[in-house]
């Protein structure tokens, strides 16, 4: 768990960083911001989706994901979760909401939290961590998440830094059950829960760029599912 909760401090020093640097930046220097945070995202998404080797599979489990988490409303209860976390350490609860602010905090939080949960090095790190005891891998991932989370936390605010406790519970689950779980997944599997993240970073790029309001958290359910049809491939080569 050592590795994992240095992620996450370094996801929260990131953050302290970013909302300190953007302190001094003038509107058209956060839209810069902005932007280039949009391009970073699509680039990394795209260099995570195209590894798929199951474009089948692929379209499936996000095609299915999205139908299922929007008929459950995934991202409207993660944005309430933003809301409450909000509400819980706001200096003022007493102060009545603001939308934008609460809006903006939620966003931040979904994005990043997609961001450093939906990748190989999260899986396999957590993987190494808890069944080889290999910290290597979550130590590096620790280092770009923290860089990443000053460009997050400039464009999106505060919002960011909670995302480490995303990272917290997912990578802490994974490492913990890394024993138990290692032997059901196959590097395939891994490659192409990897590509369908990618996909999600891919929206959260559209989205920052302002190109389409894509409801990224209602695509969460596709990370399940292309499990499930990995677990088929033997038995279904078609997909």
């Known amino acids: 768990m050592i590795a994992t909760i240095i992620n996450a401090l370094a996801i929260v020093v990131g953050t302290i960083i970013g909302l300190l640097a953007r302190k001094g930046f003038s509107e058209k220097a956060r839209d810069a911001v902005y932007n280039a945070t949009g391009v970073i995202s699509l680039v990394i998404g795209f260099t995570m989706a195209i590894k798929t080797e199951h474009v089948l599979a692929f379209a499936l489990a996000i095609i299915a ?3 299922i988490g929007s008929a459950l409303d995934i991202e409207g209860a993660i944005y309430r979760l933003g809301e409450w976390l909000r509400r819980k350490f706001a200096k003022n609860p007493g102060d009545s909401a603001d939308a ?10 979904l994005n990043a939290s997609v961001l450093f949960c939906v990748g190989a090095m999260a899986l396999v790190g957590s993987f190494k961590a808890g069944a ?9 991932k620790s280092i770009m998440d923290g860089v990443i989370a000053i460009m997050f936390a400039g464009a999106m605010g505060v919002g960011v830094g909670f995302s480490a406790i995303s990272v917290l519970v997912y990578q802490g689950i994974l490492t913990l059950a890394a024993v138990w779980v ?3 997944v196959t590097g395939t599997m891994m490659v192409e829960m990897s590509a369908v993240g990618g996909a999600l970073v891919v929206m959260i790029g559209i989205n ?6 894509i409801r990224t958290g209602d695509f969460l359910p596709s990370l399940v599912i292309i499990v499930v049809l990995a677990l088929l491939f033997r038995y279904i080569p078609v997909l």
Do not use: R, S
Request: cysteine-free.
């Open 182 to 184: 290692k032997p059901y």
């Open 100 to 109: 934008g602010a609460n809006a903006g905090f939620a966003y931040g939080f």
């Open 132 to 140: 080889e005891g290999d910290y290597d891998l979550l130590l590096t």
């Open 208 to 213: 920052l760029l302002g190109l389409k309001k």
């Open 65 to 67: 994901g999205g139908l």
